[in-house]
């Protein structure tokens, strides 16, 4: 999709160093939502961006008063207004906001590893626990550097859907999810393991996959080059692959926004009756027949599923 820009208002104020502009665009197709619109209002001065807000139409709900570009012009007018009354005061007060703002939002977390392995379970020593250490032994094994996330060890809150990240490429809240999308971001290979809860994933990875909708608006944003490998492994308690319906789809829309390529998943039911899935003769080999072909042969078949 291509991206379209519209000027919606312009004015040239002056100011302490000269004429500034200051620009109200509203750009469209820079995701593949089709209502979805940026709007960037910008002070500029010699061609340079001075100041910018951004604000787009997904963060403003039916029974709101404003929308996106009433915002927009509200704070065209708003800024017009006080630039033009005392410009050093203005800017002084925007430059303050700003260095906040970049100070907040300064990424940490630049460790890089080659894979990454999300442990879904909240149970240290049960099924999904016992398949992250086999992976991690056979990419240690292959020289790869490997990092687990444990989902429970995190402190990061739930996405309130303000869409707000579509502005800057990244999320309101500054916590714990910035160094896993780092992590991510980084990888290779990305590896989740989880157990099925209530037909789907436990709740804490489902708040690290949604909160992955920052790093989705980053890249529509930015461009993202990086694109891990993934594989999944998931156990149920009943048996039967219907167990797995809901899980894997939703899994697999995590993959989708971040970029990973699906390249295989192991499921295994019935795990209320096997119990403990280290007894279950030829699954640590199938997994590790799984990693090797990923490492070894990068362009194996696409979706190599299999159903235990
Ligand atoms: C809260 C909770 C919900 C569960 N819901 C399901 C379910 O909907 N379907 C199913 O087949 N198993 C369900 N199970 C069973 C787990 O998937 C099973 O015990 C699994 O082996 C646990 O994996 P773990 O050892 O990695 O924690 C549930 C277990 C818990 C604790």
Redesign the pocket.
């Known amino acids: 999709m291509s991206v379209t820009s519209k000027i919606i208002r312009e004015s040239l104020i002056t100011g302490d160093e000269g004429k500034y502009l200051l620009r109200l665009r509203k750009e469209s197709g820079r995701t593949s939502y089709p209502g979805m619109h940026l709007y960037r209002l910008e002070l500029i001065l010699n061609g340079r961006i001075v100041l910018d807000f951004r604000t787009n139409t997904f963060e403003y709900t039916g029974g709101m008063d404003i929308d996106a570009e009433k915002a927009a012009i509200n704070r065209f007018s708003e800024w017009e207004r006080d630039f033009t009354k005392n410009p050093h005061r203005f800017l002084e007060y925007q430059e303050k906001i700003k260095n906040r703002q970049e100070k907040l939002y300064s990424l940490t977390g630049s460790e890089k590893f080659d894979a990454v392995i999300i442990e879904g379970?909240p149970?240290p020593d049960?099924?999904?626990?016992a398949f992250a250490l086999w992976i991690k032994e056979i990419l240690n094994s292959l020289g790869k550097t490997v990092y687990v996330i444990y989902p429970d060890e995190y402190i990061i809150h739930p996405c309130i859907g303000c869409y707000q990240c579509y502005n800057y490429g990244r999320c309101t809240f500054r916590d714990d999810m910035t160094d896993i999308i780092s992590l991510i971001k980084n990888a290779s290979f990305v590896v989740i393991c989880s157990?099925?809860?209530?037909?789907t994933v436990p709740g804490s990875l489902k708040i690290i996959f949604d909160r992955f909708l920052a790093y989705h608006a980053f890249c529509s944003l930015n461009g993202c080059k990086n694109h891990p490998e993934g594989i999944l492994f998931a156990?149920?308690?009943?048996k039967g692959c219907s167990?797995f319906d809901s899980l894997v789809p939703v899994c697999d829309a995590f993959m989708d926004t971040a970029g990973i390529i699906k390249k295989g998943m192991i499921l295994c039911?019935n795990?209320?009756e096997t119990g403990d899935i280290r007894s279950i003769k030829g699954l640590k080999e199938k997994a590790e027949e799984m990693i090797e072909k990923l490492i070894k042969i990068p362009d194996i078949a696409k979706k190599a599923d299999n159903l235990l």
Do not use: E, L, M
């Open positions: 379970s149970r049960g099924n999904s626990s157990p099925v809860y209530t037909n156990v149920a308690g009943r167990n039911d795990t209320d």
